[in-house]
T-cell receptor, first 113, second 114 residues
């Protein structure tokens, strides 16, 4: 099925370790986003990319980095994980950076111990 | 910045009854308002959206209304069914600094009782 693929689906990670969450879309969407979802806080934007080669910071970018080498892939890296980064991470995409519907992946459940 | 408030946080209705979820936003520059449904352990899925130049939009049993003056918008689900049980998120969106800034509400857990 076309759409957004995230990997892994879940992961347990020791504090201090690094981790890259993968996100791939096959819709040729220009814009991509990473959100974290925490109980009582809803979805919060970590980083975004309007088009291949560009990235920007969202609402909660500290401790995370992203890259956008091509249209399809938008990996999120935690350089040195901390317990407060325990969350469910969703990748999303939209056809353009203007106000458009965003389509979400299935999420990655990450636990930092 | 934008602040989106959503209520109620939980809502239980009998099957066949209507459900209404309300959201308010603070930034008058917001011009796009999507609603997402998220089933347990699944991805958020867009169910309906409305732009600021429209006051109401309907899709089968789902409708959304927008009052720009009061800065509030609502989701209406009629003839509810058990499969409507999920968490619903409202959001307010605008272009900000070259990207689409979307602010989500904290969600409403809807339970439809058979």
């Amino acid at each position: 099925t076309a759409g957004i693929t995230q990997a892994p689906t879940s992961q347990i990670l020791a504090a201090g370790r690094s981790m890259t969450l993968r996100c791939t879309q096959d819709m040729r969407h220009n814009a991509m986003y990473w959100y974290r979802q925490d109980l009582g806080l809803g979805l919060r934007l970590i980083h975004y990319s309007n088009t291949a080669g560009t990235t920007g910071k969202g609402e909660v970018p500290d401790g995370y980095s992203v890259s956008r080498a091509n249209t399809d892939d938008f990996p999120l890296t935690l350089a040195s994980a901390v317990p407060s980064q325990t969350s469910v991470y969703f990748c999303a995409s939209s056809d353009s950076p203007t106000v458009q519907p965003q389509h979400f992946g299935d999420g990655t459940r990450l636990s930092i111990l | 910045g934008e602040n989106v408030e959503q209520h109620p946080s939980t809502l239980s209705v009998q099957e066949g009854d209507s459900a209404v979820i309300k959201c308010t936003y603070s930034d008058s520059a917001s011009n796009y308002f999507p609603w997402y449904k998220q089933e347990l352990g699944k991805r958020p899925q867009l169910i309906i959206d409305i732009r600021s130049n429209v006051g109401e939009k309907k899709d089968q049993r789902i409708a959304v209304t927008l009052n720009k003056t009061a800065k509030h918008f609502s989701l209406h689900i009629t003839e509810t069914q058990p499969e409507d049980s999920a968490v619903y998120f409202c959001a307010a969106s605008k272009n900000s600094g070259g990207y689409q800034k979307v602010t989500f509400g904290i969600g409403t857990k809807l339970q439809v009782i058979p």
